[in-house]
């Protein structure tokens, strides 16, 4: 039985693209929290409009316990989903937590080339930048609880490959 391999870190940072890398670098399954969401309850976006975040938030929480029971899984989690206690330390108790980070200006710059836009409730605002500030400088006290992994000016197979050899180093 080998541990998972758990990916959190703010939204843009890169945790699905690189967890797919990732787990096909270690031979390891692949899931991503907010695509299983998606499975069973339909577009996020139309989550939050229809049933509101708190209904996505109980989500989260139901999948972080199922996912602590795998094993050998590369897990992509959204933005939100280790923020809450609960769900850390039923993620954290299946593998070992690597946090994505970069800077605000590298993520308003993935954001801008449309990378998964739709999906992103949160930013649905005037200013999207304020609110990614606000957002982002609420969860880092989270984040930085887990092991970083710096994002910035980095390619996903750097990324990955800097996990990969912490991983089996």
């Known amino acids: 039985m ?10 843009g940072t890169g945790k699905s693209s690189v967890g797919r890398k990732l ?3 270690l031979q390891m399954d692949f899931l991503d929290t907010d695509e299983e969401i998606e499975k069973q309850h ?16 109980d989500c989260e929480g139901k999948i972080a316990k199922q996912v602590s029971s795998l094993s050998n899984t590369v897990v992509a989690t959204g933005g939100g989903l280790m923020i809450n206690i609960e ?4 993620l954290s108790s299946s593998g070992r ?7 605000l200006d ?6 801008d080339k449309g990378e998964g836009e739709s999906v992103r409730p949160l930013l649905q ?17 989270h984040y930085e609880k887990f092991e970083q992994v710096l994002t910035d000016g980095k390619s996903l197979d750097e990324v990955a490959e ?8």
């Open 125 to 141: 605002s005037e200013d999207k930048v304020a609110t990614m500030k606000s957002l982002l400088d609420k969860r880092n006290t």
């Open 2 to 11: 080998r541990e998972n391999i758990v990916l959190t870190g703010f939204m």
């Open 87 to 90: 769900n850390a330390n039923y």
């Open 42 to 57: 339909g577009l996020i976006g139309e989550i939050f409009l229809n049933k509101g975040e708190q209904f996505f938030r």
């Open 23 to 25: 787990s096909e670098m």
């Open 97 to 103: 937590v690597f946090c994505l980070k970069a800077s």
């Open 106 to 111: 590298e993520i308003i710059s993935r954001l």
């Open 162 to 169: 800097e996990i990969y050899k912490r991983v089996t180093g």
